[in-house]
């Protein structure tokens, strides 16, 4: 079965520290992999993702993510965090079933929490 | 803005009455989809519709019933519902795969709902 897991449901960091936020998949064949970002009460913003090519992607405020094949990971990653950067972070893979729509398979989420 | 809007915001209702949540998209997409957000769980899939007929209905229950009366526009009613339905209804779209469109799904801002 196709999943994503999120092993951390919370992440500590100090602000201008870097922060990683950890994300592992299992899909058959390429993955397509996502991340979001959510903030209180607003819905999901989309920040990067993976379809092909560069292992490392970067994306919207200064994150960036590092696909590896070998240990199956999509690692969110940010050189020097903010506190404006605490926020809900979902890792995604689309499920490559052949059908029309691009059905994405969420992990549980993992807070972030930036401390000044 | 994401371009994806909802309406209401917010709604608290009985169990006994009836409303409707409304999602409309100004970015182009053919591919809609209603998701249910509740705390401390994983996004969970309800609705997926492509080019305006539904392509995915994960296992929900009755009490809601979604339409989609053309690509830009997405309802999900509501009738009878259970204080476990409380949660935020999350709104997105997307191209359709092979579309020649991105991978991504935009998301609303949710509507809010309680349950009494």
């Known amino acids: 079965a196709q999943s994503v897991a999120q092993p951390e449901d919370q992440v500590n960091v100090a602000e201008g520290n870097p922060l990683t936020v950890k994300c592992t998949y299992s899909v058959s064949g390429n993955p397509y992999l996502f991340w979001y970002v959510q903030y209180p009460n607003r819905g999901l913003q989309f920040l990067l993702k993976y379809i092909t090519g560069d292992n490392l992607v970067k994306g919207s405020y200064g994150f960036e993510a590092e696909f590896n094949k070998s240990q199956t990971s999509f690692h969110l990653k940010k050189p020097s965090a903010l506190v404006s950067d605490s926020a809900l972070y979902f890792c995604?893979?689309?499920?490559?079933?052949?059908?029309?729509?691009?059905?994405?398979?969420f992990g549980t989420g993992t807070l972030l929490a930036v401390q000044p | 803005e994401t371009g994806v809007t909802q309406t209401p915001r917010h709604l608290v209702m009985g169990m006994t009455n009836k409303k409707s949540l409304k999602c409309e998209q100004h970015l182009g997409h053919n591919a809609m989809y209603w998701y249910k957000q509740s705390a401390k769980k994983p996004l969970e899939l309800m609705f997926v519709?492509?080019?305006?007929?539904?392509?995915e209905n994960n296992s929900v229950p009755s009490r809601f019933s979604p339409e989609c009366p053309n690509s830009s526009h997405l309802f999900l009613h509501l009738h009878t519902l259970q204080p476990e339905d409380s949660a935020l209804y999350l709104c997105?779209?997307?191209?359709?795969?092979?579309?020649?469109?991105?991978?991504?799904?935009?998301f609303g801002p949710g509507t809010r709902l309680t349950v009494t």
């Open positions: 997105a779209s997307s191209h359709t795969t092979g579309s020649g469109g991105t991978d991504e799904q935009y």
């Open positions: 519709y492509s080019l305006e007929e539904r392509v």
């Open positions: 995604a893979v689309r499920l490559n079933y052949g059908g029309a729509t691009n059905k994405l398979i």
